[in-house]
């Protein structure tokens, strides 16, 4: 059973900094496209970044409301994808999902991404 577990939520001030981990089960998890999501109350989930898999090129995308703040990595030797998150707004307050694209092609898309982990939270106070 494949399971996405995401860690290094928290409350922070805002201006702040926070790393999100996400350990993947996958046996082949360098063969995995990876999305980061997240969703605050009474809204829908949205794109924050991906990161393709590394035989791919390991090329990134973010979303506009985090680029120049936030960087996703990975490291395959470990099946772990990160997440840094630096000068936290307010705004940044949700839960944060990671996922992973066996296909390579779900980039924004959250429906075409094949598994997902169960969320962290993430609160940045004013």
């Known amino acids: 059973q494949v399971r996405l577990v995401e860690s290094g939520g928290g409350l922070v001030q805002a201006g702040g900094s926070l790393r999100l981990s996400c350990v993947a089960s996958l046996r082949t998890f360098d063969h995995y496209a990876m999305g980061w999501f997240r969703q605050a109350p009474g809204k829908e989930r949205e794109f924050v970044g991906f990161i393709g898999d590394p035989w791919s090129g390991d090329h990134t995308a973010y979303a506009d409301s985090v680029k120049g703040r936030f960087t996703i990595s990975r490291d395959n030797s470990k099946n772990t994808l990160f997440l840094q998150m630096n000068s936290l707004k307010p705004e940044d307050t949700a839960v944060y999902y990671c996922?992973?694209?066996?296909?390579?092609?779900?980039?924004?898309?959250?429906?075409?991404?094949?598994?997902w982990g169960q969320g962290t939270q993430v609160t940045v106070s004013s």
């Open positions: 996922a992973a694209d066996r296909a390579g092609e779900a980039g924004p898309d959250s429906s075409k991404y094949d598994y």
